[in-house]
């Protein structure tokens, strides 16, 4: 009620300030005594007004037609052709011996004033002459609006307001204006000429000027003001029609009556300016149906408005590219469109009263200043009278009005929305608490449904048909998505009440998205989507929670593979002040403009999804609570079709610079070294039997595990980072179990870990990662990467010591394997070896008994190395194993003659060194039996032992049959056994003694080179 009272004195104020625009000036009109023109004289001598006042120079003025005439012509005698006109009017109305005069032409207008004494300055002021003039007084040129002539080659049309000043000394002045119009339809003086003295022009201009700006002003705040609301509120069309009103009001009042836009672009031709007026006009009228149209409940049939647009498009092109404009029917039309406006105007104040709408009184307001401004507006066109000769108050009433009326109108819209917010949020919060006992309730049994399905797939209930393996694959496939989404359900329930801890460490915000990276690289092998994680290591720390940082780049890497079937998805980031800005981008189908305002909103999803799609839209809300909680924000970009970015910040740690060094000192046992924070790595040595090399960036880790392992009789090498542990796996020092966290600065733990299985197999070398948090997916990351174990973070003392002692009582029986292995290397007599042999010396015992006695003694040597059990890890000398190689060869030499032969090179330097026993012989027998005896013309083997910077180097060469590219990488990565124990086992003990492994080079058909470098030691 109280809203209903304010709109009815709102439109009683505007009703009275109405009638007094329109009132007051028409008042002043009745009363003004003003003398007006008489044959060609205006009598000012008993007008007391004439120095205070302007004075309009209306009435009956000497015209002479088709003439330019200037002072000097009226010098001696008066022109012909003069005929009494009034004036203001187009001289097309005018009559000279009952005839119409055309609207083009030149023409002269004269009028005599005489003044109420001499001399003094005086000015006048002309709204438009059309289409072109210029003004003497007191035969002085005063002002110049174009330039008249009496053709259309030697006229220059122009349309703007102006005022001309002179002085004069005399009682009566001549004022002589010369108009020509070879363009528009109606011409000469249309509008009131002003007089009187130059104080009172100037104000007079500066008060219409003033008006003007102040309108175009206003109108053009309105536009932008309601253009930023329509483009917040863009299923409300009519907001931006309203403002599309505003604007070409503003337009159209730039060029009417001073004409302010000829002023701030002078270069603006006549024609251009009248189009402009007609255009914006034209366009005023579409906007203003356009809105009632849409402001209309239901708004209008789609015909109607493919009319109006169409009329409105037509008219336009017409204006702009014909002479329309320059006729009189374009006042017709404007007209006609004027009165529509008014007729939707009132329909949709009927609709609003019968409806008992209570912004019906601001459409009153806006129906009666409508009305009135229509007829000041066909005054002003018909009749000719000036832009501001009433105060221009309807228009912004007008306006004022309909934005009220959608202010109201929006008001009870979102009071009726208020009403139903306050009800969904009860709902909501009801919707969420039967949601959260519910996911709880359903963790364990779907928990079962995904492990019972997925032992059925390992074969725990027998052996399945193709089906029903591919039936229980999508039960487990569902079963895991439907645990997410239960999860995915619980973090909401706790964010939503504030329920979660963050637990903020310094971290290598690289090293948190390569483990998340690389858990994504394995679920999309085998699809075309490449990922790329452009973080630069080692460089940005950030404070955060490391699960729920690896939660928002799961959830935003999870969002980019469904909705990118090909193209790539990358990781990149940028400083910030004291923030990482950390961007997720990929190259998919991208979200629509409409819908990615809301994509954070719970439970929003992009339409339809295909299978693979499916959630319940809650991973990208997760994402930005828990970055919020982090103190960041979250912005998306996506452009359709081209993909979809998006952008959060994460705090940086102070300075961006990490600790490099342990706080305090670490107190060793049984009388070690203190641990010196200065010299990481550093080994503390208990006199143990194992070796640990723990790996780790947090110093309180490094020193608990530290204490733990030392307690347990472990010897312990700590490495502060992924690159030290690296280099000292490289160095001589045996480990027996390597401890190591999953992130780091600089290379991650997984990285570390896939690195040092290039060297060390499981069995060689146990890898025990630490992680933060466990999860299926990390774990399966891990043992991809070439873990035996995990424990996780903060660990149990006695769990750790349970997997710390299975993992080196497994590398314990690797050694001992490797040392059996060793000596049935030695031990093995293969019996078709002895067998060739022993007929070989058979047969030369007839043809050559010498050389079968020196075959014997080499067989004899062959034996005594080969039954030598007493160490089989002990030392030889380099010249004992070149002894042993000779003595296999010429055995192998005596059986096939020509088809072999042997070449050596070697440094007599090497031969006192010693060696690991069975290092050199098996590589040379390996090539003649596998490289040149499955030639049939066989070949040469090179044994070639050099000595040069400390090392041994040992190669031999064969040009043999060479080995397949297939069955070479898995020699070189000891994963073949096809050739025996041989090659596998001296791979294995140069890694085991001295830290490195066989290089072997071959091409198939050209031959094979394998070769070892190993320290020099006695």
Not at 620 to 637: D, K, N, P
Not at 649 to 678: F, H, W
């Amino acid at each position: 009620m109280n809203n209903t009272n304010m709109q009815k004195s709102f439109f009683v104020i505007m009703l009275l300030i109405m009638a007094a625009s329109v009132a007051v000036p028409l008042f002043r009109l009745s009363l003004s005594d003003i003398p007006k023109a008489v044959k060609g004289t205006l009598d000012l001598r008993d007008y007391d007004g004439v120095r205070n006042k302007t004075v309009k120079l209306s009435g009956e003025w000497e015209f002479y037609f088709g003439q330019l005439l200037t002072p000097e012509d009226f010098k001696n005698q008066e022109p012909s052709g003069k005929t009494i006109q009034n004036v203001p009017a187009s001289w097309g109305s005018y009559q000279i011996e009952g005839e119409h005069l055309p609207p083009q032409g030149s023409a002269t207008y004269r009028l005599r004033i005489l003044l109420p004494a001499e001399g003094g300055n005086f000015g006048i002021k002309i709204t438009c002459i059309s289409a072109s003039a210029r003004i003497f007084a007191d035969d002085q040129l005063i002002l110049e609006c174009g330039s008249p002539g009496n053709s259309p080659e030697t006229t220059v049309h122009k349309y703007y307001a102006d005022t001309g000043y002179f002085q004069t000394d005399d009682g009566e002045v001549e004022i002589l204006v010369q108009a020509a119009d070879f363009s528009y339809v109606n011409s000469g003086i249309l509008y009131e000429i002003h007089f009187g003295d130059q104080k009172s022009i100037a104000a007079l201009r500066m008060y219409d000027s003033f008006l003007d700006i102040s309108l175009i002003s206003g109108m053009s705040f309105l536009a932008l003001y309601f253009f930023g609301l329509g483009l917040q509120r863009k299923k409300s069309a009519e907001i931006l029609f309203f403002a599309l009103y505003c604007l070409v009001s503003s337009l159209q009042a730039s060029v009417r009556s001073e004409a302010l836009l000829n002023y701030a672009l002078p270069a603006l031709s006549y024609n251009t300016s009248l189009k402009i007026l007609i255009i914006s006009y034209t366009l005023c009228l579409y906007a203003l149906i356009k809105f009632l149209y849409h402001a209309q409940e239901g708004g209008s049939s789609r015909r109607a408005n493919l009319i109006i647009d169409g009329i409105t498009l037509f008219f336009i092109l017409l204006d702009w590219f014909t002479d329309f404009y320059l006729w009189g029917y374009i006042y017709t039309v404007a007209l006609v469109g004027q009165i529509y406006v008014l007729f939707l105007l009132i329909s949709l104040l009927a609709k609003n009263t019968k409806g008992g709408s209570e912004g019906r009184y601001y459409l009153f307001s806006a129906v009666v200043s409508s009305l009135i401004h229509l007829l000041t507006i066909l005054a002003n066109f018909i009749l000719l009278w000036e832009s501001n000769l009433f105060l221009p108050v309807f228009q912004p009433i007008f306006v004022l009005s309909l934005a009220l009326y959608m202010s109201e109108k929006y008001e009870n819209s979102f009071k009726t929305i208020e009403k139903l917010s306050d009800r969904l949020v009860v709902l909501d919060k009801l919707k969420d608490d039967f949601l959260a006992k519910t996911s709880h309730e359903l963790k364990t049994p779907l928990n079962g449904i995904i492990n019972i399905s997925q032992s059925l797939l390992d074969g725990a209930g027998g052996s399945l048909s193709r089906a029903q393996a591919e039936d229980i694959r999508l039960i487990t496939s569902i079963g895991k998505r439907l645990s997410t989404l239960v999860y995915d359900i619980l973090d909401y329930s706790k964010l939503k009440v504030m329920d979660i801890q963050l637990h903020i460490v310094c971290l290598d915000v690289h090293q948190v998205a390569e483990s998340t990276v690389d858990i994504f690289r394995y679920l999309i092998k085998g699809r075309p989507i490449t990922l790329e994680n452009k973080i630069p290591p080692n460089q940005y720390l950030i404070m955060a929670d490391e699960n729920r940082l690896k939660q928002i780049f799961s959830n935003l890497l999870d969002n980019s593979l469904k909705y990118t079937e090909l193209g790539s998805i990358s990781l990149s980031c940028r400083q910030d002040g004291g923030f990482l800005w950390i961007q997720v981008s990929d190259t998919g189908i991208g979200i629509p403009a409409d819908k990615l305002k809301d994509i954070f909103a719970p439970y929003e999803q992009l339409g339809e999804q295909s299978a693979n799609q499916r959630g319940i839209g809650l991973g990208l809300t997760i994402t930005q609570q828990l970055i919020e909680l982090h103190g960041g924000q979250i912005v998306a970009r996506s452009e359709p079709g081209q993909g979809t970015s998006f952008t959060f910040s994460i705090p940086l740690a102070k300075d961006n610079k990490p600790q490099r060094s342990l706080p305090g000192d670490y107190v060793g046992y049984d009388g070690s070294e203190s641990l010196a924070t200065e010299a990481l790595p550093q080994t503390v040595h208990v006199g143990g039997e194992f070796s640990i090399l723990v790996v780790d960036d947090e110093f309180s880790n490094l020193k608990a595990l530290m204490n733990i392992l030392t307690l347990n009789q472990y010897n312990v090498t700590v490495a502060i980072n992924g690159e030290a542990a690296l280099h000292l796996l490289k160095g001589a020092f045996h480990y027996d179990l390597c401890i190591l966290d999953v992130m780091m600065p600089g290379i991650s733990g997984y990285e570390v870990c896939r690195k040092i299985r290039e060297t060390y197999s499981p069995l060689e070398l146990p890898i025990l990662l630490l992680t933060a948090k466990a999860l299926p997916e990390d774990m399966e990351a891990g043992f991809r990467a070439g873990a035996n174990d995990f424990i996780e973070k903060p660990f149990e003392v006695r769990e750790l010591k349970c997997r710390v002692s299975t993992l080196v009582q497994l590398k314990n029986s690797m050694d001992l394997l490797l040392k059996k292995e060793t000596a049935f290397l030695q031990a093995q007599i293969r019996p078709h070896f002895l067998f060739n042999a022993l007929n070989t010396i058979y047969s030369f015992c007839y043809t050559n008994p010498g050389k079968a006695g020196e075959l014997l003694a080499e067989l004899g040597v062959f034996l005594r190395s080969s039954f030598d059990f007493s160490s089989t890890a002990s030392l030889v000398t380099v010249e004992k194993e070149l002894r042993l190689v000779k003595a296999y060869v010429a055995i192998e030499e005596a059986r096939f003659g020509s088809q072999l032969e042997v070449e050596y090179a070697v440094e007599p330097s090497v031969l006192n060194f010693s060696i690991l026993p069975l290092m050199i012989q098996p590589i040379v027998e390996n090539s003649i039996r596998h490289g040149l005896l499955k030639r049939s013309q066989g070949g040469k083997v090179s044994l070639s032992l050099t000595h040069s910077e400390d090392c041994i180097q040992v190669e031999v060469i064969d040009n043999g049959v060479g080995i397949p590219a297939s069955v070479l990488k898995d020699l070189i990565h000891a994963k073949s056994e096809t050739r025996g124990v041989g090659l596998t086992n001296i791979s294995r003990r140069l890694l085991r003694f001295y830290g490195t492994t066989l290089t072997i080079f071959s091409v198939e058909d050209h031959g094979t080179t394998v070769s070892f470098r190993i320290p020099a030691k006695t």
